[in-house]
């Protein structure tokens, strides 16, 4: 049957709450001449069964070709996959945010992380120290949240 946005939302928080990852990735940029090391915002979430993974597709992704996976070894269903980085997932985030239980601190961190990126110049320099530790405190809030929120 047809459901409404609300309900997709509804249906994919749930869905997300269970398989989906919200996460700060840390990346060493070699291409750029300063090093700095990359902190992005990531969503994704993966599962044999592809229907849900298509509904995150059609409502938040640009593009609309799914990551597919064979199965790992004999037997195994293969794996459909769903990714979003940085406003993407943010904005993201703040659709679903009002529905999720399980990783509802995950989000707000992952929102606020974002906003405040967004607010940084971009100068292409060498970020100074403290947004650093700024970007670390991110990372490591986030990875805790994640460790203990079973």
Known sequence: GYMNKREKLFYLAGFFDGEGAIFIGKDKNYRSKNKNTIYRLCVSCGNTYSKPIKILYEMFSISKKITYREGQKIGYKPWFQWLLTA??????????????????????????????????????????????????????KMWKINQFSI
């Open 87 to 140: 406003n993407l997932a943010m904005n993201f985030l703040k659709e679903i945010v009002p529905y999720l239980i399980v990783k509802k601190k995950q989000a707000l961190l992952g929102i606020s992380f974002q906003e405040w990126k967004n607010s940084l110049p971009k100068t292409g320099r060498k970020r100074p120290e403290d947004i650093l530790k700024t970007f670390e405190t991110y990372h490591i």
